[in-house]
């Protein structure tokens, strides 16, 4: 059975960049291992030398042509940032703590 | 023309509006005062463009007086399910985290709208990021089912379903990535159609699972939403999963003609539990085009039972992924008072998404982290393969396949208690999706307790024509015709 430890919770959240409060990361430790127990049966379908599906109509992905575009300008691009600074977004530091 | 317009159809309301018998200024005023009027306890619509639809009526009537086309759609009001992206209008997705974002520009299929004379009447509820069967999930209201305000409208597009059933819009469009827009058009009565993936562009859709979403639309006829999706298919360059295949004028395909007409009974989804009056309903929907001269075929999609683990291992997977643009820094809710970037992210996402998205994030992290991608994910996809396969097969023998939309008709509020209950409600829609055909949900008569049943057909790649015809015969034979919800005016 898939039981998730509440390790693995904690690290999936890590991964998924999810702050979970204690009584959430708990209701996710059972909740996940429901499911996860549903999706066992899965592992008994053979799918030896089965292609993976990418879409109904077969099809190539394109390219488009490598000509310049106009494009949503910066000022608009950045209107809806929670912080920003003239066309720049505000991040807080990135190593560290405290400052921009 | 005096009287109610609310209940016209598609069809009719952008015919009299293009003879001049009704100015498209009159429609959406009568629009708005229902919404008023009845929307206080149905809760359909987030946002009401009451300034932007009388202006764009406004619109409409000047060019008809200067003899300027209007469009096909020219004067027709619609809403929008809030995950479809809408220049200058909020658009949350139902979700706290976009709330108060305000896009800087239209998706492909409201420039499409507009283009052919629609007028946007508001954006409507759903599940917050499309992610539920009931609209529950919304971060900001609950909609009621127009039938039965007991019960849920159905979900995700929960807004658009209850809103075209009763008669705040013309009709709707919503989006479908494992039974979203059929499901809720069955719970309220209404037709759905999902069209094939890649039929109508993605550009411009909050996305949820990029493999699976499609948009579609919600009317109360068939000929609606032939003419609705007429106006939205077609290639667009900027998805690059569009198809670049010719769009067929969808209501000459409505015939009234199913003589000979091959319709495939997979006997996976009967054998399956389901209520005594939807059996019942779908039983006539079947017999109602025999009566017309269609031949049922009993056929076996065995990989059927799959489809529910594969889907819920696919949609995580492409959410976990779609949503990590959701940081707390370029659009969207931000957490105060953060140390760092990561406490930033961990933050804003804790805060920000509610606990069906949290939990489709963890479970999409979960199988496709490093070691475990082989099992789960692409083991889902050739799942995919197989259910397409087994769908390609039956086409050999049949033209449409034919199941009930939902095993049971509207659920009551809060009766789903875990979140596999949930997913369950949408036992019979998932594969469509994952195997990226076509499918709609048309209604076939109402349980003794007055709720609708909705009847789910399938078809092949491409050949949404082939089941509007279909869906049409079944309107006629054992559709609501004229009843509407809970008596209203």
Redesign the interface.
Same mark, same amino acid.
Request: proline share 6%; with cysteine; charged share 25%.
């Given at each position: 059975m898939p039981q998730?430890t509440r390790k693995?919770?904690d690290e999936?959240?890590m991964?998924?960049?999810?702050?979970?409060?204690p009584d959430?990361a708990i209701r996710?430790q059972d909740?996940?291992g429901?499911?996860?127990d549903?999706?066992l049966?899965?592992?008994t379908?053979e799918?030896d030398g !089965? $292609? @993976?599906?990418?879409?109904?109509?077969p099809?190539d992905?394109?390219l488009?042509k490598d000509e310049p575009a106009s494009s949503?300008p910066a000022s608009?691009?950045?209107?809806?940032?929670?912080?920003r600074e003239g066309d720049l977004?505000v !991040? $807080? @530091?990135?190593?560290?703590?405290?400052d921009k | 023309m005096s009287g109610p317009t609310e209940w016209l159809s598609v069809t009719d309301t952008a015919q009299k509006i293009s003879t001049g018998e009704v100015s498209a200024a009159r429609v959406v005023e009568n629009y708005l005062a229902r919404i008023t009027n009845v929307d206080r306890e149905l809760n359909a619509y987030l946002t009401v463009t009451s300034d932007e639809a009388r202006k764009a009526a406004a619109e409409i009537d000047r060019k008809r007086t200067a003899n300027q086309p209007i469009g096909p759609l020219g004067g027709v009001p619609i809403s929008l399910k809030d995950n479809l992206v809408t220049k200058g209008i909020a658009t949350t997705a139902g979700s706290k985290i976009l709330e108060g974002?305000?896009?800087?520009?239209d998706g492909a299929v409201v420039e499409r709208l507009r283009a052919a004379g629609a007028i946007v009447l508001g954006k409507v509820n759903c599940d917050e990021f499309a992610m539920g069967s009931s609209t529950e999930r919304s971060a900001y209201k609950k909609t009621k089912n127009p039938w039965d305000t007991s019960r849920v409208p159905g979900g995700s597009s929960g807004g658009s379903a209850a809103s075209v059933a009763a008669g705040l819009c013309a009709a709707s469009l919503g989006t479908d990535t494992g039974g979203s827009i059929r499901q809720p058009a069955a719970f309220c009565g209404v037709v759905g159609v999902k069209p094939?993936?890649?039929r109508v562009s993605r550009w411009g859709v909050v996305a949820f699972a990029s493999?699976l979403d499609q948009v579609g639309p919600l009317t109360r006829t068939v000929r609606d939403s032939a003419l609705v999706l007429e106006a939205i298919a077609g290639f667009d360059?900027r998805d690059?999963?569009s198809?670049d295949?010719p769009v067929p004028r969808y209501v000459d395909a409505l015939t009234g003609d199913v003589k000979g007409l091959r319709v495939g009974i997979p006997h996976e989804y009967f054998d399956a539990n389901i209520d005594d009056e939807i059996r019942a309903a779908i039983d006539k929907a079947k017999a109602a085009l025999v009566e017309r001269g269609a031949i049922l075929v009993e056929i076996s999609l065995p990989?059927t039972?799959?489809a529910?683990?594969?889907y819920?291992?696919v949609a995580p997977a492409e959410a976990?992924s779609n949503l990590?643009r959701y940081?707390?820094?370029?659009?969207?809710?931000?957490a105060a008072g953060?140390?760092?970037?990561?406490?930033?992210?961990?933050?804003s996402?804790?805060?920000g998404?509610g606990?069906e998205v949290?939990?489709r994030?963890?479970?999409g992290?979960?199988a496709l982290?490093s070691g475990y991608y082989d099992?789960?994910y692409?083991?889902?996809?050739?799942?995919?393969?197989?259910i397409?396969r087994d769908f390609d097969k039956a086409f050999h023998h049949v033209d449409v396949v034919l199941t009930p939309t939902t095993p049971t008709a509207a659920f009551r509020f809060n009766s789903k208690a875990?979140?596999?209950d949930m997913y369950l409600a949408d036992i019979f829609t998932l594969s469509c999706n994952?195997?990226?055909?076509p499918g709609l949900s048309v209604p076939c008569g109402l349980t003794v307790d007055g709720l609708p049943v909705g009847v789910q057909l399938m078809g092949k790649?491409?050949d949404e024509a082939t089941l509007l015809r279909t869906a049409e015969v079944i309107e006629s034979a054992v559709g609501l015709g004229n009843r509407r919800p809970g008596g209203r005016p």
């Amino acid at each position: 059975m898939p039981q998730l430890t509440r390790k693995e919770v904690d690290e999936i959240a890590m991964l998924a960049r999810l702050h979970l409060e204690p009584d959430e990361a708990i209701r996710m430790q059972d909740e996940l291992g429901k499911i996860l127990d549903h999706f066992l049966a899965l592992a008994t379908v053979e799918t030896d030398g !089965v $292609p @993976a599906m990418t879409h109904a109509v077969p099809m190539d992905l394109r390219l488009r042509k490598d000509e310049p575009a106009s494009s949503l300008p910066a000022s608009e691009a950045v209107r809806a940032a929670p912080a920003r600074e003239g066309d720049l977004f505000v !991040v $807080p @530091a990135i190593i560290g703590g405290g400052d921009k | 023309m005096s009287g109610p317009t609310e209940w016209l159809s598609v069809t009719d309301t952008a015919q009299k509006i293009s003879t001049g018998e009704v100015s498209a200024a009159r429609v959406v005023e009568n629009y708005l005062a229902r919404i008023t009027n009845v929307d206080r306890e149905l809760n359909a619509y987030l946002t009401v463009t009451s300034d932007e639809a009388r202006k764009a009526a406004a619109e409409i009537d000047r060019k008809r007086t200067a003899n300027q086309p209007i469009g096909p759609l020219g004067g027709v009001p619609i809403s929008l399910k809030d995950n479809l992206v809408t220049k200058g209008i909020a658009t949350t997705a139902g979700s706290k985290i976009l709330e108060g974002w305000v896009p800087p520009y239209d998706g492909a299929v409201v420039e499409r709208l507009r283009a052919a004379g629609a007028i946007v009447l508001g954006k409507v509820n759903c599940d917050e990021f499309a992610m539920g069967s009931s609209t529950e999930r919304s971060a900001y209201k609950k909609t009621k089912n127009p039938w039965d305000t007991s019960r849920v409208p159905g979900g995700s597009s929960g807004g658009s379903a209850a809103s075209v059933a009763a008669g705040l819009c013309a009709a709707s469009l919503g989006t479908d990535t494992g039974g979203s827009i059929r499901q809720p058009a069955a719970f309220c009565g209404v037709v759905g159609v999902k069209p094939t993936y890649g039929r109508v562009s993605r550009w411009g859709v909050v996305a949820f699972a990029s493999s699976l979403d499609q948009v579609g639309p919600l009317t109360r006829t068939v000929r609606d939403s032939a003419l609705v999706l007429e106006a939205i298919a077609g290639f667009d360059p900027r998805d690059s999963t569009s198809l670049d295949a010719p769009v067929p004028r969808y209501v000459d395909a409505l015939t009234g003609d199913v003589k000979g007409l091959r319709v495939g009974i997979p006997h996976e989804y009967f054998d399956a539990n389901i209520d005594d009056e939807i059996r019942a309903a779908i039983d006539k929907a079947k017999a109602a085009l025999v009566e017309r001269g269609a031949i049922l075929v009993e056929i076996s999609l065995p990989n059927t039972a799959h489809a529910l683990p594969a889907y819920y291992i696919v949609a995580p997977a492409e959410a976990s992924s779609n949503l990590a643009r959701y940081d707390g820094i370029r659009f969207g809710k931000a957490a105060a008072g953060a140390k760092n970037l990561l406490d930033l992210y961990q933050r804003s996402r804790g805060s920000g998404f509610g606990p069906e998205v949290k939990r489709r994030i963890m479970l999409g992290t979960y199988a496709l982290r490093s070691g475990y991608y082989d099992a789960y994910y692409k083991k889902a996809q050739q799942i995919r393969t197989l259910i397409k396969r087994d769908f390609d097969k039956a086409f050999h023998h049949v033209d449409v396949v034919l199941t009930p939309t939902t095993p049971t008709a509207a659920f009551r509020f809060n009766s789903k208690a875990t979140p596999l209950d949930m997913y369950l409600a949408d036992i019979f829609t998932l594969s469509c999706n994952l195997a990226g055909l076509p499918g709609l949900s048309v209604p076939c008569g109402l349980t003794v307790d007055g709720l609708p049943v909705g009847v789910q057909l399938m078809g092949k790649p491409l050949d949404e024509a082939t089941l509007l015809r279909t869906a049409e015969v079944i309107e006629s034979a054992v559709g609501l015709g004229n009843r509407r919800p809970g008596g209203r005016p």
